[in-house]
């Protein structure tokens, strides 16, 4: 039996180390609404586009493909029916009347129009800020602001001050075995280790000054490693004289490396054997 959309997240969440708070940092979505994803739960979600970008942002977050999160949620719309709601919350202020006094209705018509012209600017705020895909997160905003905002008014969370993300300043290096268990040595900021990854665990390492990494030439073509979620091409069975990859990522380097998706020469340890 295949797991549901909000399964598939969590473990995903969960296989990164991430928390709840983590990724609503990243992805600037309320924790609130990533737990009700998880839950495969949409009722207090504002629905529509709005909805299918607090599942594609979330997917990317934690390395599940956006298009496969995409397509699960179509399928959990169409399996829960009436139960969850896609159509976007609209909200109407009410305008209140009162006969005997016409010049009472005027203050209300004017709070009425100021409301809606709030509304209506926050909306068209929020698709452009879901339709933008920066090359980076910026993971310094205040996420309790947020879920506050996001609480209070059951509103998409808003920034009015879009600015463009700075470089990445914590790097998250994930090696895995794509399909027979690789022996890998490591070294991270100084600690040592010797595990034997297999393909459903791989490990992940968040190094601040240096990390190297060590495994057998033999499984050049069964390893895969990622920098913040994207993929990094590793030295090809065109090295020769080796019996094994040995490669080391010093502070400085990961910015450089996550642009070019490449490692360096100057990071290949050349007395490996």
């Not at 549901?4 to 296989?15: C, H, P, W, Y």
């Not at 996420?143 to 993300?165: C, G, K, M, R």
């Amino acid at each position: 039996m295949s797991i549901t959309l909000g399964e598939k997240l969590r473990q995903a969440r969960e296989a990164h180390g991430l928390s709840i708070s983590q990724v609503a940092e990243q992805t600037r979505i309320s924790a609130l609404y990533l737990s009700c994803i998880e839950n495969d739960d949409f009722r207090i979600l504002p629905g529509g586009i709005f909805n299918k970008g607090f599942v594609k942002s979330f997917a990317k977050a934690v390395g599940v493909d956006e298009q496969e999160a995409l397509h699960d949620y179509a399928q959990l719309i169409i399996n829960q029916g009436s139960h969850v709601n896609d159509d976007p919350k609209t909200y109407r202020p009410q305008v209140l009347t009162d006969d005997r006094s016409s010049s009472s209705m005027f203050p209300t018509i004017i709070f009425a129009t100021v409301i809606l012209g709030l509304m209506t600017a926050g909306i068209l705020m929020s698709v452009r800020y879901i339709q933008q895909t920066p090359p980076t997160v910026n993971t310094t905003a205040n996420s309790n602001t947020n879920e506050d905002f996001s609480s209070n008014l059951s509103l998409p969370n808003v920034n009015t001050s879009i600015q463009p993300a700075p470089p990445a300043s914590n790097f998250t290096v994930e090696f895995k075995a794509l399909k027979s268990p690789v022996s890998l040595i490591s070294i991270s900021d100084g600690e040592k280790s010797n595990v034997l990854i297999k393909p459903d665990k791989p490990s992940v390492f968040q190094p601040k000054e240096s990390l190297r990494l060590k495994y057998s030439k033999a499984q050049i073509k069964n390893v895969q490693m990622t920098i913040n979620g994207k993929p990094i091409a590793l030295p090809s069975e065109t090295v020769k004289n080796r019996d094994a990859i040995e490669f080391e990522i010093k502070q400085g380097e990961f910015q450089s490396i996550l642009e070019s998706g490449r490692l360096g020469d100057n990071n290949l340890i050349k007395t490996t054997k």
